[in-house]
């Protein structure tokens, strides 16, 4: 097992990044989908990760999400670690209760949606406010109704999931995880199961979200206009490692390296 | 004697028997659907020894014949010291033997359920057994009401071996019948015709009827 004793316990100081992924590597046997990441994302920054597919992004906020363990490195969110705790003066691998615990502070939209189809709009969002948070039926229906609202599906809110269509359902998804007030909000290609037409009802969500709310984002897209609009910073993955990253003028106008640059007019050309 | 000679004389004893059979047939699915569930969810268990557990019991009870699982509870667990009264080992050798079938319905049910499902129900941080409990199991419970409905026909005509413990089911009533007028053909005739329609009408109904009311619970409907 790795030697833990090179990563702090706790990161403090100022200016302490609301996430931080620290010497990161996932392996599928053979295959290295990340190889010692180091990415750094401040409070209230947007940050969105582009790529060719394969090249490790979307494994990047499955991770965070505690939906894969990593083989080596650690991740904190808010000074914490997440993928791992302390013991005896030393890190050791999280346990269940732990995730469980430090897991909260973050949220997840998945690019189908994953509403759950036996519970209606209203119920999706109550269900994690309700059920884990514990709050009471009545608070958890005003919190999740004025979400609903944001997301302009006040409307539609008893309806199930097979009554809506896909945008629809994505705008409550987000509402779904903003329920839990995570400080972190995952968006893994939200948009790129929708029909052309649709897209947009959501992307206007996450800008609205982004001008209005301070939240941390992390958002996979093939959407390097939507990208490029509303990001602080993109990072380019290729080939498990961040190959170039920057504020989007930067790296959409004037990309230095050269995979970036095939990378981005093959994509232009594509549309 | 016409069939219908044969109902009017004997309806009280065939009634009775009837309703024996239901009963038997609702505490063998009660029993039936506790075992199913548990073992089911014992099978996926992330315990080895869990799992063995469920395994094992799963072979045993669908590897081997039902009534020779009847006549173990029945005859064989006294000697053990554990005595069990025929009704109760009726529908618990019927009930258990069902569980083992069901219990593969359950794993199979649960296992089709979308992985997406179990992501989206860890991202709002709902414990193991919430997101069991609360997301999973409604949704497998809707993929396998069609393969339940052929299960719990085969449990009611399983029910008719509780007669050879002198249960006083409707099949025990038939062979009394049977031994005192000779009437082999009315006699279980008529026993044929009220399995058909307890299954055909009641229970297929039912179970339709059960299909629709998730479907629509499930917004699919």
Known sequence: MENMSAYPQEISGENIPMVKFAKVRKAYGDLVVLDDLDLDVAAGEMVSIIGPSGSGKTTVLRMLMTLERINSGCIYVDGKPLTHMPANGALVPASERHLRKRRIDIGMCFQHFNLFPHMTALENCMEGPVQVLGLSKAEARDRTEELLEMVGMIAKMDQHPSRLSGGQQQRVAIARALAMRPKVMLFDEVTSALDPEVIGEVTNVIRQLVSEHNLTMLMVTHQMGFARDISDRVCFFYDGKIEEQGPPAELFGNPKKERTQQFLSAVKEAV | ?221
């Open chain 2, 1 to 221: 004697m016409t069939i219908f000679e044969f109902v009017g004389q004997y309806w009280p004893r065939l009634l009775s028997g009837t309703g024996v059979t239901v009963t038997q047939f609702l505490a063998a699915t009660a029993l039936g659907i506790a075992i199913s569930l548990a073992m089911g969810l014992l099978r996926l268990s992330h315990s080895m020894m869990l799992r063995g557990f469920a395994v094992t019991y799963i072979e045993i009870f669908r590897g081997t014949s039902l009534l020779v699982q009847l006549y173990w509870i029945f005859f064989v667990l006294p000697l053990f010291g554990i005595t069990v009264e025929k009704f109760t080992a009726g529908y618990m050798a019927v009930g258990m033997n069902i569980g083992a079938y069901g219990a593969e319905l359950v794993r199979g049910g649960i296992l089709a359920v979308p992985k997406g499902q179990w992501e989206a129900a860890l991202a709002i941080n709902m414990s193991a057994a919430k997101r069991m409990w609360r997301i999973i199991l409604p949704q497998a419970l809707v993929n396998m009401l069609p393969p339940w409905g052929n299960l719990m026909i085969e449990l009611l005509k399983g029910t008719a071996l509780v007669s050879l413990i002198s249960v006083t089911d409707l099949m025990f009533e038939a062979k009394q019948i049977n031994g005192t007028t000779f009437l082999s053909a009315q006699v279980f005739g008529v026993a044929l015709i009220i399995y058909y329609i307890l299954a055909r009408f009641m229970l297929t109904p039912f179970m339709r009827w059960l299909e629709r009311f998730m479907a629509r619970k499930m917004g699919r409907a």
